[in-house]
């Protein structure tokens, strides 16, 4: 079985584990699949929408009702706690509606949001819609990606276009990885 004949039959369900259990790169890269014609748009995005969505279910439930696990209980031990705690705190329905967005505190987030006040199905709602949007905007990257190293290098196999999307996605994510550290080490108003 080639790559391409892989990724066409396991494309949807491993962008879906992917985006759970990692985030931006199996979404990501669900979006270059759906450039090179591997699998539907759609299908990409749904993939990366439904495993991220249920991802941050799992670990909010886990921090509402699970908060003696040894996993969680490093959550809220971590320094990174208090200042999710803090973000949440002071915009809860905007927080929640962007942090999978912000590097770093993917995970943490949702422990955090079930360990607060705000309630299961405010949640689940937020947390579907904002999993469609991230889903949606970050497959929409990838498939956007590959259409401008396609202009730029032509056809390439698809190991290599895959690796120059890896590449950049790297990049990405080392970038935003340094600007969350910066904006999250600095000292809030109030201390």
């Known amino acids: 079985m080639s790559l391409a004949e892989f990724i066409t039959q396991y494309g949807a369900l491993a962008v879906f ?8 790169t199996a979404a990501f890269l669900g979006g270059i699949f759906a450039h090179r014609h591997l699998m539907p748009y759609w299908q990409a995005a749904v993939a990366a929408s439904l495993g991220s969505f249920f991802a941050d279910q ?24 208090q200042r999710v705690t803090r973000l949440l705190e002071t915009h809860p329905t905007g927080f929640i509606l962007s942090f999978r967005f912000i ?9 955090a949001i079930g360990l607060s006040s705000v309630s299961a199905l405010r949640f689940l709602a937020l947390n579907l819609v904002a999993a469609g949007i991230w889903g949606t905007v ?19 196999h698809l190991h290599v276009h895959l690796l120059i999307a890896l590449a950049a996605v790297a990049l990405l994510i080392a970038a935003t990885a340094i600007l969350t550290k910066k904006y999250l080490a600095r000292p809030s108003r109030g201390a």
Do not use: H
């Open 17 to 24: 584990v992917g985006a759970g259990a990692e985030g931006e």
């Open 58 to 81: 799992f670990f909010f439930l886990a921090g509402r009702y699970a908060s003696r696990l040894r996993f969680v209980q490093n959550f809220t031990a971590s320094g990174m706690m």
């Open 103 to 111: 590097y770093g505190i993917r995970i943490i987030s949702p422990v």
């Open 138 to 156: 970050i497959t929409a990257v990838g498939f956007l990606l590959g259409n401008v190293v396609e202009a730029v290098f032509g056809r390439l």
